[in-house]
Every structure is written in C-alpha cells, then in structure tokens.
C-alpha cells in the first residue's frame, strides 16, 4: 500500500513545492516593481498592505494586458503613461459628494461643534478622496458656520492628482445624484446654490473653494508640516502595513493640537502608536479627542 501510495505523495509533495515556489516570485516580482516605483518615480509603496497590492496590481496587470508582474514593470519603468495609470490606481480613490451620509452627520455634530472652540483652526484631509471629500467639508463647516475662519489642508501623495483637484470640475449630474445623499445628511439647501456652473459642468463657489488648500505630501516619508485642530485620514490607512500605520498614528500625534479631534477610518487598537492619549468621541466610532 505504501508503495501505491508513494506516487501521489510524490505529485502532492511537488504540487506544494510549486505553489511555494510561485508564491516566491510573485513576491519577488512584487517587491521589485515597487522598488522601480521609488527608484524611477519616487512613489513609495513598500511599507503598503500586500494584500492591497496584490489586488491593485493585479488590476493593473489585467488593465494593461501583463501576464506577469514583471511585464507590468516593464511597462511601468518604460512607458510614462503606463506608470501614472498605476499610480492612479494605488492612490486613493475619489469618492462623490457626500457619498457617506453618516461621516457627513458626524463632520456637523462632532467636527464642527470642536472648531468653533479654536480662533484660527487648521483641518488636514491626509489623503484626500478627490474633491467630493474636499468640497463637502468646506459645504458642511460653511452651514455650520465655522468656515470663514478656517483653513482646510488637503494632501495627497500623487502630485498629478494634485494638480487636477485645483482646477477640477464635476458634472452638474453628479449635484442631482448627491442632492439626496446631501437631505439625508442635515443638509437643507439646494445643493446647486453652492456650485458655479459651466457647459454642464459644476465647480465649488470661490469663496469656498478659497478655504482648501491642495498640495503634495507623503505620509509614508514626510515629517510633519503644521498644527492641526482636527485631522481626517478616512481611507489611506487601511492600505498601510503594521510598521507604516504605526509610523502614520506618530505622525498624526506629532501634528495634532491638544483637545484636537482625529477621525480615522476604523478604530484605535490598545497597540497603536499614542492610543491611550486620545479619548473616544462616539463610542467605537473611529473618532476621537486627543487628551494628552
């Protein structure tokens, strides 16, 4: 029987050596592509989740016709466009206004009641989703009436990306489609009154877009910049890995003002960099006060 056995041990044992073996260079591969993208283009993506990336770059690869990793870097290393459709893709992605109706609730119960506290108060979007997240802040905190004194910092790694919110427009359709999501949020306005419009197209009114500043930052390699009074990273830092979202939570602490408001995109674990120095808001809500 043993020896009956033996060749299908032997196709089980080779069948594992294979897969382990695949795996290997996958990661290989993986690693390689992002070492390229810091070499080449200066995008640091290597302290990010591999289970991020492995979706993201597998997108890629389908997007741009690669079998393999290393086909997407030598189309990434070789051809501009190539390289800035990646970087699009591991990049935060936009999400529309007022897209999360119960966030938009709390920016008027808990973010807006914390600033009218603060003379001049500064609020940094790191890692901005576009301008749906940008420009329903500055609506929001414009209603509640705290915009005319403050300052809203919005970043992003991508400094392409960077370049298009400054001048972005969206179509007049996507107002229609936010109205609702808007009312539901504790918005009572026409959401259009807000909006300058132009051959179908839709832009935030000056005198709000004025109070967002955009501008290229790296969580991932740069120090901190200025003193916030509250800090919004809602989506980026799910895609870190442990060392880099402990690196982020450091620099967040380092950045935030005392009795300043943090709101992140899912809760402090005991672990965390500075977690016993902040005090929860809402319950397990990932919003919090730093207190120390």
């Known amino acids: ?34 070492e390229a993208l810091f070499q080449r283009y200066g995008h640091e993506f290597r302290g990010y989740d591999r289970a991020y990336l492995r979706r993201r770059l597998g997108d890629a690869m389908r997007g741009h016709g690669a079998t393999t990793l290393s086909g997407l870097q030598e189309k990434v290393l070789h051809a501009p466009a190539a390289a800035s459709a990646l970087l699009r893709m591991l990049a935060p992605q936009p999400v529309d206004l007022f897209e999360n109706t119960g966030h938009t609730q709390r920016l008027r119960t808990v973010l807006a ?34 915009l005319g004194k403050l300052d809203i910092h919005a970043t992003l790694a991508n400094e392409e990306l960077v370049a298009e919110m400054q001048d972005a427009w969206l179509p007049v359709a996507a107002l229609d489609a936010a109205q609702t999501r808007y009312a539901a949020s504790g918005g009572h306005a026409a959401l259009s009154t807000y909006f300058e419009v132009r051959d179908g197209q839709a832009r935030l009114q000056p005198q709000l877009r004025r109070r967002i ?46 009795f300043g408001v943090l709101c992140l995109d899912r809760p402090l674990a005991v672990s965390d960099a500075y977690a016993g120095r902040y005090q929860a808001i809402e319950g397990d809500r990932p919003w919090y006060k730093r207190v120390g």
């Not at 506290?117 to 009436?145: M, Q």
């Not at 501008?215 to 809602?234: G, R």
């Not at 402990?246 to 935030?256: E, G, I, K, N, T």
């Open 1 to 34: 029987m043993a020896a009956l056995m033996a060749p299908a041990t032997q196709v089980n044992s080779n069948a594992w050596t294979g897969l382990a073996a695949g795996l290997a260079v996958e990661e290989l591969e993986t690693e390689l592509l992002l």
């Open 113 to 146: 009641p914390s600033l009218r506290a603060w003379p001049l108060p500064r609020v940094w979007l790191a890692e901005c989703a576009g301008v749906g997240e940008a420009w329903g802040l500055a609506i929001v905190l414009a209603e509640e009436g705290v």
């Open 213 to 258: 500043t955009w501008s290229q930052y790296s969580l991932v390699t740069d120090a901190s910049f200025n003193e916030f009074q509250a800090i919004l990273c809602c989506g980026a830092l799910s895609d870190f890995g442990p060392v880099l979202r402990q690196r982020v939570l450091r620099l967040f602490h380092d950045s935030l003002a005392r």
